[in-house]
């Protein structure tokens, strides 16, 4: 390896030791110094490059004070499925990271199993007052595999970027036209998830507003809104995306699905009630429809009044697969 990306140096001091051992009846060590967080993101931030001697050793930068941390990093890019072996002759206090996990050496060794993609590897560091350090990397593959090390970001597309990263599930715009709800999620390396919801300016494409909730739009007036769980119960609230205020439309909403009335002064919910239940071993067909699953089952449509908190109910709908109305 003949450079590398840099970041740093990043002051870091000694806690105040009340005590000379820990909990556990532990010194406290310099190496413990390493827990301290350093964004790895730093590294394409900070634009630094290092370059290493011809004999492929990197003297690293050190910092006048006491202690301080730093971050070098490479990539290395297989061009097929391949083990080998990663050597890294560094500083005595430092850590390897492999995408973002702690590598363990083995007399400065790990063995790796690499995928035709790219691969960042990062060193963190312990510098002391003015006292040098050197740094060797390599790389060895078995067989015939090319494995190219680089400090360019740029990187294959492969199913990592198909499945993992943050995708856009809907859109919606305002009355006015003005803004946008944008919802988005974000797949993370594993298959966990996460959701959360933004309001834009449409004109110049600025965050107004970022929600874990799941926001929708009045009817006609020009504010958001969405459930959340109060203190009496569930409540209705909108949000106005310019002032950032909000306002508790209800405190007590019933269970179930709900739209707004056009005229944003009630709401028509759907609730989901079960039929008789059949015993298991035996179907019973009164009607032909009776063949399709939960067709005992009703969704009667009640009415909410905003204004008055009454509760209306009206019809007791039910539909089969089909689509048909009973």
């Known amino acids: ?3 590398y990306n840099y970041a740093g140096p990043y002051e870091v001091k000694k806690p105040f030791l009340a005590d000379s051992l820990d909990v556990n009846s532990k010194r406290f060590s310099d190496k413990e110094l390493l827990n301290t967080t350093v964004p790895f993101c730093n590294l394409s931030q900070s634009g630094q490059t290092l370059d290493a001697a011809s004999s492929g050793e990197l ?30 002759n560094g500083p005595e206090i430092s850590e390897v990271y492999v995408d973002g996990q702690l ?50 970001p740029e990187k294959r597309y492969t199913l990592s970027d198909v499945f993992d990263g943050k995708r856009i599930q809907s859109a919606s715009l305002s009355p006015n036209g003005k803004f946008i709800i944008v919802s988005y999620q974000e797949t993370y390396p594993g298959g966990k998830q996460s959701s959360f919801t933004q309001i834009l300016d449409k004109a110049t494409g600025s965050v ?63 609730i989901r009630e079960k039929g ?42 039910c539909y089969s697969v089909a689509g048909n109305r009973i």
């Open 103 to 152: 590598t363990k050496l083995t007399q400065g060794e790990a063995s790796l199993t690499l995928e035709p993609r790219r691969y960042e590897i990062v060193i963190k560091y312990l510098s002391e007052s003015h006292k040098e350090n050197a740094l060797k990397a390599s790389f060895n593959p078995e067989k015939d595999a090319v494995v190219t090390a680089t400090v360019n």
């Open 208 to 270: 107004l507003v970022e929600n874990g909730q799941s926001l929708r739009w009045m009817p006609k007036s020009n504010l958001a809104y969405y459930t959340r769980k109060g203190m009496k119960g569930t409540e209705l609230v909108t949000l106005d995306p310019t002032s950032k205020k909000e306002n508790i439309l209800s405190s007590q909403l019933p269970e179930g699905s709900f739209s707004f009335g056009p005229t944003e002064d009630y709401l028509l919910f759907s």
């Open 59 to 88: 003297t690293l930068p050190t910092s006048a004070s006491s202690y301080a941390l730093h971050l070098v990093s490479f990539y290395l890019n297989s061009d097929r499925y391949t083990k080998g072996t990663l050597r890294i």
């Open 276 to 317: 008789p239940q059949e015993r298991k071993e035996i179907q019973e067909i009164l009607v032909p429809d009776d063949r399709q699953p939960d067709c005992s089952n009703g969704s009667p449509m009640d009415i909410l009044l905003l204004t008055s908190t009454m509760y209306l109910k009206t019809a007791t709908i």
């Open 1 to 3: 390896m003949r450079h």
